[in-house]
């Protein structure tokens, strides 16, 4: 049987068992039912705080995962975001996210944030900044000082986190006393492309002053922070060469970048080979772990 649809009857089968074979169908607009998927694709040792808001808007709201195996969580916090074309997603069906991480020791914050139609760019990547500034402010270590902070994210969401990252701008605009991200990790993400002029996202970026605002790869700059990027070689959403140009621009300025090319994946897989029962699909899991437990291993950076 091919590996793909092993892959895909893995998926199918989590979701009948767990939740019945009618909402598949409804899957995309329950809430409920992602929120149920994703306690089923969730592994144990984590404990959660919902729905906490990080700001004045209804989709301002996150949830924190913490780990809960009587020791106190460990190195930097991983700030998750999620994907969806700018235009859907629900942190509910990313609890196997957080609790993935927090199972391992480290705190995971998920966030919601604004969508297409309501707001248009920059209005969603401002939204990530001000729930990094959360958390900056918010996930302490035991003597007050603030954690390193490592962004994470899939899809719309990798680029979200890569130009957060990189656009020196959106953190100061939160407070010119914050430190950037220890770290980026980006899965599947378009880091390069032209968003202003793609026919299924020129409106969402209709307000962007060009189109190098918009991409991550045109802020490479040499004090960037490590990055880990990985794309599945069968994307047909996002293309590998987004990637590859991000690699590109980030070494032709001395950056640190890891890329990893994913035999026989697509754009959903990677981020769904996080969840424990579908690890064995690809090393997304294990190379985002040890990425994150070599930043806990180093001297936290210092300001805020």
């Known amino acids: ?13 989590l979701i009948a068992l767990g939740l019945g074979v ?3 169908v409804a899957f995309q607009k329950s809430s409920s039912v992602k929120a149920a998927v994703g306690t089923l694709l969730s592994e ?6 919902r729905d906490i808001s990080y700001g004045p808007e209804p989709r301002h709201r996150l949830d924190v995962y913490r780990p809960d195996n009587g020791t106190p969580a460990k190195g930097p916090v991983v700030l998750f975001l999620y994907g ?4 859907q997603g629900d942190r509910a069906m990313y609890r196997f996210i957080g609790a993935g991480f927090a199972s391992r020791g480290f705190t995971t914050v998920v966030p919601d944030y604004r969508l297409f139609p309501d707001v248009q760019f920059p209005a969603f990547v401002e939204d990530a900044a001000r ?31 890569a130009l957060m990252t990189l656009d020196k701008r959106y953190l100061a605009a939160i407070d010119s006393s914050l430190r950037q991200p220890a770290g980026f990790i980006g899965i599947s993400g378009p880091y390069a492309f032209d968003p202003t002029t793609w026919h299924t996202t020129k409106n969402i970026f209709a307000e962007a002053p060009s189109a190098d605002d918009a991409r991550p790869a045109a802020f490479a700059r040499a004090d960037a922070p490590p990055m880990l990027v990985m794309h599945g070689l069968d994307d047909t959403v ?3 060469w987004n990637m590859q140009t991000l690699t590109k ?27 424990w029962p579908l690890r064995w699909r690809a090393p997304v899991f294990d190379e985002t772990l040890s990425f994150v437990n070599a930043i806990a291993e180093r001297p936290p950076l210092t300001g805020r």
């Open 22 to 24: 009618g909402t598949v």
């Open 249 to 275: 621009e980030l070494r032709a300025k001395g950056a640190r970048i890891t890329p990893i090319e994913l035999a026989d994946i697509g754009h959903i897989e990677p981020i769904l080979t996080m969840a």
């Open 84 to 87: 969806g074309g700018w235009r």
């Open 131 to 161: 729930a990094y500034g959360w958390v900056a402010d918010h996930l302490r270590n035991a003597n007050g000082r603030p954690r390193d902070i490592v962004v994470m994210g899939h899809s719309a969401g990798a680029h979200i986190g």
């Open 238 to 240: 996002v293309k590998l």
């Open 44 to 49: 144990r040792g984590a404990r959660i705080e």
């Open 1 to 13: 049987m091919p590996r793909k649809l092993i892959f895909s009857l893995a998926i199918t089968i």
